[in-house]
C-alpha cells in the first residue's frame, strides 16, 4: 500500500510540475490570456475613465523643456503628438518580450480594422525596447498590419509609469481621456463606441 501510496504522490508532483512548466511557458501563457478573452475577461473600463486635469496635458514630457513626444516607425518617418492634434490617438506600449502585450493583440487588430481608412483616428504601437527585428517577426507570425512606432523623446509618466501594456487614448485636443494598464480586449463594443464618441466631438 506504501508504494501504491508513493508512486501516486510522485505522479502528482510530476503532472503539476508539468502543467506549471506549461503555465510558465510564454507560448502556453498566451494562448491562455487569448482563451480568456474570448470568454469576456480582460474587458477594457474606458467609457469610466474620468477626464484629466490640466496637469496631465498629452504633449507635455516630464522633462523641464517641455519637449514634444514623438514616435518614429521603421523607415525613420516621426509623428509629433502635437502634430496630431485633431484626431482621437490610440497608443498602445508594449514590447515583444511580454506575452500579454502579444496576447492582446489581434484584439487591436480587429479594432483597428474597424477604423481603418478614418482620418479622424490615428493608431500607434509603441514597441518600447526599439525592437524592429522582434516587431516585425511578431508581426508576419501572428498575421497582423498593425502600425508599428518606436520612441523617438521621452513618454510622459502619466501615459506610461512602467507596466506594459498599457494604452492611452487622446481626444483630438491631445488631452489623455482614456488609459487601460494591463492587457484588455480592444474588441470589445464598448471600446469601438469610446472612439466613435471622440471622433464626434
Given at each position: 500500500m506504501e508504494n501504491k501510496s508513493s508512486k501516486k504522490r510522485k505522479w502528482n508532483y510530476v503532472l503539476w510540475g508539468i502543467l506549471i512548466v506549461v503555465v510558465l511557458m510564454p507560448q502556453s501563457r498566451m494562448f491562455i490570456q487569448k482563451q480568456l478573452m474570448k470568454v469576456g475577461f480582460f474587458q477594457p473600463k474606458l467609457e469610466k475613465v474620468d477626464q484629466p486635469s490640466p496637469e496631465k496635458t498629452a504633449i507635455t514630457t516630464e522633462t523641464p523643456n517641455k519637449a514634444t513626444v514623438s514616435f518614429k516607425d521603421e523607415s525613420g518617418q516621426v509623428y509629433n503628438v502635437d502634430e496630431l492634434k485633431g484626431k482621437v490617438l490610440f497608443i498602445n506600449f508594449w514590447?515583444?518580450?511580454?506575452?500579454?502585450?502579444?496576447?492582446?493583440?489581434?484584439?487591436?487588430?480587429?479594432?483597428?480594422?474597424?477604423?481603418?481608412?478614418?482620418?479622424?483616428?490615428?493608431?500607434?504601437?509603441?514597441?518600447?525596447?526599439?525592437?524592429?527585428?522582434?516587431?516585425?517577426?511578431?508581426?508576419?507570425?501572428?498575421?497582423?498590419?498593425?502600425p508599428i512606432v518606436y520612441p523617438n523623446s521621452n513618454i510622459p509618466k502619466t501615459w506610461l509609469s512602467g507596466a506594459i501594456p498599457t494604452t492611452v487614448i487622446l481626444d483630438k485636443n491631445g488631452e489623455m481621456v482614456g488609459r487601460e494598464q494591463g492587457m484588455r480586449d480592444y474588441s470589445a463594443k464598448s471600446v469601438e463606441d469610446f472612439i466613435q464618441n471622440l471622433i464626434n466631438q
Open positions: 514590447a515583444t518580450w511580454c506575452p500579454p502585450c502579444k496576447a492582446e493583440m489581434p484584439s487591436i487588430q480587429k479594432l483597428y480594422d474597424k477604423f481603418k481608412g478614418n482620418d479622424k483616428v490615428k493608431f500607434l504601437l509603441v514597441e518600447i525596447e526599439e525592437d524592429i527585428t522582434g516587431a516585425n517577426k511578431f508581426l508576419k507570425q501572428e498575421k497582423l498590419n498593425l
